[in-house]
């Protein structure tokens, strides 16, 4: 697959354009869809990076999952 839908599903993988963004370019597919196409393509869902977000992280874990009333 090298067409526009290839170009724009690299750039969601690699978290250079938002799912709302793909999806729209895509003429609107539902997020299926998407997954289905990154399947197809061999391409992975993107991730979030962490760096810089440690201390959000890490009280967001705190937060969700307190430890036995510490």
Do not use: C, H, Q
């Amino acid at each position: 697959m090298d067409t526009p839908d290839r170009t724009a599903l690299e750039a969601y993988s690699r978290g250079i354009i938002t799912a709302i963004d793909l999806r729209r370019r895509l003429g609107g597919v539902g997020y299926g869809e998407v997954l289905r196409m990154l399947s197809e393509a061999d391409l992975p869902l993107p991730r979030a990076p962490t760096a810089g977000r440690e201390e959000d992280i890490a009280r967001a874990r705190a937060w969700m999952f307190p430890k036995n009333g510490e």
